[in-house]
Structures are given as C-alpha cells and as structure tokens.
C-alpha cells in the first residue's frame, strides 16, 4: 500500500472549502479555535465498504461530539449523490463534495485497489488546526473510528 505523501502528524491541516450534502459551504479553517475535527477521506457513497465506516462514524457520532470533535466525510462523490447518501443511512454529519480531488490530492491521499478507487485515510486535526494523528488503510475501517476516537479523548480529557 502507498504511504500518504501529504502532511503528517505535526502539519497545519491544509485548509479547504467544499460544498456540503445540505448545499452549503464548509470551510475547514473555520472550527480554528472552537472544536477538533476528524476528517475522513472515503472512496464512494453507497458501497459497501463506506457505507460501514461511515455508519461507524454515526453511531459513535454523539461520543466524538461529545469528546469536542465534529467529524467530516469527504468524496469526489456530487453533493446530490451525499444527499442521498446521509439521508438513507441517517448520517449526523456533514459529507464533502470533492468533485475534483483537489483536497484529496492536498492531503496526499494514496489510491487503493491497483489505483482503480481512491484511497481511504482519516485524521484528527485539534481546535489549532494541527494534524494528530493520521490513518491510512481501505480495510480496518473499524480502527479508523476507535482510533481516531481514542486520539479526540485524549486531546480533549475529561
């Protein structure tokens, strides 16, 4: 599997605007100051392997929120396609239309599956905007959600 050759644990998360499944626009740099952020980079809406992790996020979403992080999801998927996506499987949080992967390709997302889909990666950014801690596999989609949730507790102790 290819290294992400983005930024790294240490880095200010780049930073990006991108429409949301609910038609607005979201700005990373915006939770600056106020809240950390897990963002995960997925392959495609409505499959299998994606429809898990992100049904993962939800039903772990109230203990992210509570721990202080919001948690993003972001596709080249349309933000139609999201819509449809968050509404079927109730999704509590925001999806990111990244129609052309310019904030994959910022994050230096690998592709997966002999380049064919794009890669799977999540990370926690802190209330600074500071990467945490970075994730990067197509399967383990539970240590996606259990790690990423283990570093929010601890940036955030109760």
């Known amino acids: 599997m290819a290294k992400n050759s983005g930024p790294q644990v240490g880095d200010v998360a780049p930073d990006f605007t991108l429409m949301s499944n609910t038609g607005e ?32 996020f939800r039903d772990s979403y109230e203990v992210f929120t509570e721990a202080g992080a919001q948690v993003i999801g972001v596709s080249s998927d349309s933000v139609d396609s999201h819509e449809g996506f968050a509404q079927k499987h109730r999704l509590p949080f925001v999806l990111l239309s990244d129609a052309g992967g310019d904030v994959r390709k910022s994050y230096g997302i690998p592709p997966s599956l002999f380049g064919l889909l794009p ?22 989609i539970g240590k996606h959600v259990n790690g990423a949730l283990e570093v929010v507790r601890q940036l955030n102790p109760a």
């Open 25 to 56: 626009k979201v700005t990373l740099s915006d939770y600056r100051g106020k809240q950390a952020v897990v963002l995960y980079f997925y392959p495609k809406d409505n499959t299998p392997g994606c429809t898990a992790e992100a049904c993962s």
């Open 119 to 140: 890669g799977r990666s999540t990370y926690v950014i802190d209330r600074d905007g500071v990467i945490r801690h970075v994730f990067t596999a197509m399967g383990s």
